[in-house]
T-cell receptor, first 113, second 112 residues
Framework: GENVEQHPSTLSVQEGDSAVIKCTYS??????FPWYKQELGKGPQLIID?????GEKKDQRIAVTLNKTAKHFSLHITETQPEDSAVYFC????????????FGTGTRLKVLA | SQTIHQWPATLVQPVGSPLSLECTVEGTSNPNLYWYRQAAGRGLQLLFY??????ISSEVPQNLSASRPQDRQFILSSKKLLLSDSGFYLC???????????FGPGTRLTVL
């Protein structure tokens, strides 16, 4: 069935360093890939997304790359700050189109001051 | 701009009691609406989604149900709660035909 694997499950970095989170999806028909940040006790917030016709997208310190051939996409956060500490989820649109997402299992990012 | 509301924010209920969680969206028409559950420290499990009034699709068989009595209102219900129903319930919306889902603030449900 449809599946999204996300790694690592936890990630600790020093403030100012970069963080990379990787996701691999199984459905080659997936064409939309959002990333969400979830702070403790809050709902997930969209931070960046990418569509299958684009290989890379950047928004200030955050970037996402997509490799359709390998069916994986990655979130890159540069110059990390303590406020980047949160759980990050990747998702891929399913075979039914963008009605439903297949979510990764989440990565808990800790930025150490 | 669009906003999404969920209430209550927290809820503690005894086993066997009924449940009603409400989600409303402002600033858009005919949104697609979703209910997710998130167990502690876990990922997001899609429970129900709706593409229009009265149209509900169930993803996981369980003792929960959903209804959409109005265009921008989505309700999650149960007649008798189980301990396993505890979790963080999230509502999300999407513009019909759009790609992105936007999440509400969530409801923390504890069943004792």
């Amino acid at each position: 069935g449809e599946n999204v694997e996300q790694h690592p499950s936890t990630l600790s970095v020093q403030e100012g360093d970069s963080a990379v989170i990787k996701c691999t999806y199984s459905d080659s028909a997936s064409n939309y890939f959002p990333w969400y940040k979830q702070e403790l006790g809050k709902g997930p917030q969209l931070i960046i997304d990418i569509r299958s016709n684009v290989g890379e997208k950047k928004d200030q310190r955050i970037a996402v790359t997509l490799n359709k051939t390998a069916k994986h996409f990655s979130l890159h956060i540069t110059e990390t700050q303590p406020e980047d500490s949160a759980v990050y989820f990747c998702a891929a649109s399913g075979t039914s189109g963008t009605y439903k997402y297949i979510f990764g299992t989440g990565t808990r990012l800790k930025v150490l001051a | 701009s669009q906003t999404i509301h969920q209430w209550p924010a927290t809820l503690v209920q005894p086993v066997g009691s009924p449940l009603s969680l409400e989600c409303t969206v402002e600033g858009t028409s005919n949104p697609n609406l979703y209910w997710y559950r998130q167990a502690a420290g876990r990922g997001l499990q899609l429970l129900f989604y709706s593409v229009g009034i009265g149209q509900i699709s169930s993803e996981v068989p369980q003792n929960l149900s959903a209804s959409r009595p109005q265009d921008r209102q989505f309700i999650l219900s149960s007649k008798k709660l189980l301990l396993s129903d505890s979790g963080f319930y999230l509502c999300a919306w999407r513009v019909g035909g759009g790609d992105t889902q936007y999440f509400g603030p969530g409801t923390r449900l504890t069943v004792l």
